[in-house]
T-cell receptor, first 112, second 113 residues
Framework: EAGVVQSPRYKIIEKKQPVAFWCNPISGHNTLYWYRQNLGQGPELLIRYENEEAVDDSQLPKDRFSAERLKGVDSTLKIQPAELGDSAVYLC??????????FGPGTRLTVL | QQQVKQSPQSLIVQKGGISIINCAYENTAFDYFPWYQQFPGKGPALLIAIRPDVSEKKEGRFTISFNKSAKQFSLHIMDSQPGDSATYFCAASKYQGAQKLVFGQGTRLTINP
């Protein structure tokens, strides 16, 4: 089966610009996670979806970050406006109940 | 109480040697302890995982040792190979429900030929 797909793989933007990341989870995986991985660190959870519902967004900086998962499949994570400190790799993962999480390759964001 | 502490930050091992990476957790509610392997430009991939009902789990050259009383677990890579050179992350969570993984800081492993 196909893995988790993310695009774009790389993005370079100026600060204060908006940016969006897209994730297509593995078919049949109803749980979707967005993580942020800073350089040299482990991933940190930003938001978790169960189907189309955001059930855990306590770590999402809501003043500038937003996410959606329409129809419980694809998901988009948006940052507006981006700040220098947002430079990181944004990882998407998906999971079927009682199974492991599968990660996508990530989007590397550089904010100049 | 959500932290997972991982050591060492970096490790260099000769080919054929044993690589050992250690992690400690604080939350006693955690009952799922996976190890992830990450190559440059790739997302983390599950390598091996353990539940606290056993003290050791082995899959090929990879072994997890788990010490519930000390709240520690470790990854042993036997007969380390250059292809094992990657960054390794331990993580912990509750197994049921959300599986909100808390990751360690990572260990960059280099296997010298």
């Amino acid at each position: 089966e196909a893995g988790v797909v993310q695009s774009p793989r790389y993005k370079i933007i100026e600060k204060k610009q908006p940016v969006a990341f897209w994730c297509n989870p593995i078919s049949g995986h109803n749980t979707l996670y967005w993580y942020r991985q800073n350089l040299g660190q482990g991933p940190e959870l930003l938001i978790r979806y169960e189907n189309e519902e955001a059930v855990d967004d306590s770590q999402l900086p809501k003043d500038r970050f937003s996410a959606e998962r329409l129809k419980g499949v694809d998901s988009t994570l948006k940052i507006q406006p981006a700040e220098l400190g947002d430079s990181a790799v944004y990882l998407c993962a998906s999971r079927r109940a009682y199974n492991e999480q599968f990660f996508g390759p990530g989007t590397r964001l550089t904010v100049l | 109480q959500q932290q997972v502490k991982q050591s060492p930050q970096s490790l260099i091992v000769q080919k054929g040697g044993i690589s050992i990476i250690n992690c400690a957790y604080e939350n006693t509610a955690f009952d799922y302890f996976p190890w992830y392997q990450q190559f440059p430009g790739k997302g983390p991939a599950l390598l091996i995982a353990i539940r606290p009902d056993v003290s050791e789990k082995k899959e090929g050259r990879f072994t997890i040792s788990f010490n519930k009383s000390a709240k520690q677990f470790s990854l042993h890579i036997m007969d380390s190979q250059p292809g094992d050179s990657a960054t390794y992350f331990c993580a912990a969570s509750k197994y049921q429900g959300a599986q909100k993984l808390v990751f360690g800081q990572g260990t960059r492993l280099t296997i010298n030929p």
